[in-house]
């Protein structure tokens, strides 16, 4: 059973950067489409950021966009999130996902599409 554990979360001010990471258990997130999804308190999960399969192709959510990057890195099992120009309406509870089913070889935005799920990394940005 593939586990996911995110890392790097923590307490920023405004326009500051952290970058999240998310240690696979195996190697087989490498043939996974994997993402970042986060949940504000009192909010329904939201998509942020996925890389397909081979890494060939990334989608973001509007609100991040040109200010957040999703990248991996196969020999060391781990995805990773830069976060930049961080605003205080960023602040939830980040979790990453892979996705070992045909979707994978697209950029799902898609909760549903994930079969695999880390156990989230509090990030908090202050004004």
């Known amino acids: 059973q593939l586990q996911l554990v995110e890392s790097g979360g923590g307490l920023v001010q405004a326009g500051t950067s952290l970058r999240l990471s998310c240690a696979a258990s195996?190697?087989?997130?490498?043939?996974?489409?994997k993402a970042w999804f986060r949940q504000a308190p009192g909010k329904e999960r939201e998509f942020v950021a996925t890389i397909n399969w081979n890494g060939g192709k990334t989608d973001y959510a509007d609100s991040v966009k040109g200010r957040f990057t999703i990248s991996r890195d196969n020999a060391k099992n781990t995805l990773y999130l830069q976060m930049n120009s961080l605003k205080p309406e960023d602040t939830a509870v980040y979790y990453c996902a892979a996705d070992s089913g045909l979707t994978r070889r697209i950029c799902s935005m898609t909760g549903q599409n994930y079969d695999y799920w880390g156990q989230g990394t509090q990030v908090t940005v202050s004004s």
């Open positions: 195996d190697r087989t997130i490498s043939s996974y489409g």
